[in-house]
């Protein structure tokens, strides 16, 4: 009797340990495969089982979830869905989130570590489960105006706040509209995105953070913050001033926009060369400098570093180890340098607010459901470029240019703006990438604003950054002035 039963107590434990060993697996190794396979609709309607917050805009929801009648549950819809799809992205029923809906999903799901006990005393109290609402920085306003502004070209504005790096508008064109890609059909999402995916102007990039062009003049920022930090130069330092210079060991030649020199005279001052956006002082002052230090100037404004917003935001880059020719070309924003659009205006940003870098961010709070924070979003310095003094002479140096210079499309009756064009090239025939970066009023900055305008705005290599990217800064920094 007892050899049976230890038999059966043998062939127990055995099927107990196979039990154990097969759930082990597919909980530790299989979980994400099986949550994976779109055969498993459990997975899928149990993450619409929750609520998901809202996304507020000046307390308002541009994203929230709406009782649905079928397995989800729930519908994800956005409000203006052109005007902030680069802000909230969309979460689909048969593919990753994007935006603030995958860089704060855990909170928008109510699962963040700092909803635990929210979550537990649901639990306990029976409530139904509910994520977490996100306040946005962003201002209806600016936003609208920046939308309004960019009208039909192909690009990006990003409006900030200098002090702060508080995001007030983001916009990114083309758009696209994410409640096409949230509905609970999956043939109707598919056919939805992969008409997005064969759009050639790439609606679903958000192209203020995203897109990274040659940032052509409004470099010469950088360039001009690393002369005036070296302590050897100041806004009246001169340089040589031909018509043409060709870099030491090459035969290429760089030449001003005007095709002529930079002003009359043999020699042209600094000041001169950033009001007039001359590209041949600029190169000597490369070479002069060398590419480490400015590089090392970029990096302080936040080049060459990965953060985000909390969005990820693409690498803008100086490249390392440059040869003479590539420095002088580094010089006025070309070779390798690239940019956003978000980095362009941490560079106004930094000039506007006496020399230091802000973090840029465009999330105020995430609030429970009983509307109480449960994280504020402070200011973050990241970094002193310059020395108020410097900052100080640059803004200066920026008002020029607005007043009597190459951003003469930026002004504003009454109110001195501080701005800097761009006009990039991309090579022999493709079009010019056109920029303007700078801020207002200029002796209490309050907004910091970017321009960015691909596929040279229609006109291939005849529009310029004063003529189509100022005219769109002047017009959303007079919405915001105004408000």
Not at 83 to 92: S, V
Not at 228 to 252: D, R
Request: proline fraction near 6%.
């Amino acid at each position: 009797m007892n050899r049976e039963l230890k038999r059966v107590s043998i062939v127990v434990m055995l099927m107990f340990v196979a039990l154990l060993s097969s759930t082990s697996i597919v909980q530790a190794f299989q979980a994400d495969n099986l949550s994976a396979d779109p055969r498993n609709t459990r997975t899928l309607f149990d993450s619409y089982q929750i609520e998901r917050g809202a996304i507020l805009v000046a307390g308002e929801p541009i994203a929230q979830s709406m009782p649905a009648d079928d397995d989800f549950k729930f519908l994800r819809t956005y409000t203006n869905p052109e005007l902030y799809a680069p802000i909230t992205g969309y979460i689909p029923i048969n593919g990753e989130p994007t935006g603030l809906e995958f860089a704060l999903n855990a909170e928008l799901t109510g699962n963040s570590n700092s909803q635990f006990f929210d979550k537990i005393g649901a639990l306990v109290t029976g409530q139904d489960p509910k994520g977490a609402a996100v306040e946005v920085t962003i201002d209806p306003i600016a936003q609208q105006a920046a939308w309004d502004a960019l009208g039909d070209y192909t690009g990006s504005v990003v409006v900030t706040e200098p002090a702060t790096g508080r995001i007030l508008a983001m916009v990114s064109k083309p758009s696209f509209n994410p409640n096409l890609l949230t509905v609970h059909n999956n043939a109707e999402v598919t056919s939805s995105y992969d008409a997005l995916l064969a759009n050639e102007k790439d609606p679903l990039i958000n192209r203020a953070i995203n897109s990274l062009n040659p940032p052509g003049s409004v470099f010469k920022l950088v360039v001009t913050t690393a002369a005036l930090e070296s302590g050897k130069y100041t806004p009246e330092s001169t340089f040589p001033n031909p018509s043409v210079f060709t870099a030491p060991g090459t035969t290429s030649e760089i030449k001003n926009s005007s095709e002529g020199t930079c002003s009359a005279g043999e020699t042209v001052t600094l000041a001169t060369a950033l009001r007039l956006s001359c590209n041949i002082p600029f190169a000597e002052l490369g070479l002069e400098l060398g590419d480490t230090a400015i590089r090392e100037t970029a990096e302080k404004f936040g080049f060459n570093s990965n953060y985000s917003i909390p969005m990820k935001v693409a690498e803008s880059t100086y490249p390392r180890g440059l040869n003479d020719p590539q420095a002088a070309q580094s010089a006025f924003g070309q070779f390798d340098v690239r940019a956003t659009p978000l980095q362009m205006a941490m560079v106004s940003g930094a000039i506007a607010n006496g020399g230091v870098v802000m973090a840029p961010n465009v999330v105020q709070k995430i609030l429970a459901p009983n509307l109480s924070a449960i994280q504020t979003f402070e200011p973050v310095e990241l970094d002193r470029v310059m020395s108020k003094e410097t900052a100080a002479t640059l803004t200066a140096m920026m008002i020029n240019g607005v007043q009597d210079g190459a951003a003469s499309n930026a002004r504003i009756d009454g109110v001195d703006v501080s701005g800097k064009t761009g006009t990039a090239q991309n090579g022999s025939t493709d079009p010019f990438t056109l920029w303007f970066t700078g801020f207002a009023p200029a002796n209490d900055p309050q907004f910091a604003i970017t321009v960015l305008i691909e596929d040279g705005g229609g006109m291939g290599q005849t529009g310029f950054g004063n003529k189509l990217a100022a005219p769109v800064a002047k017009e959303v920094l007079e919405a915001v002035l105004n408000k």
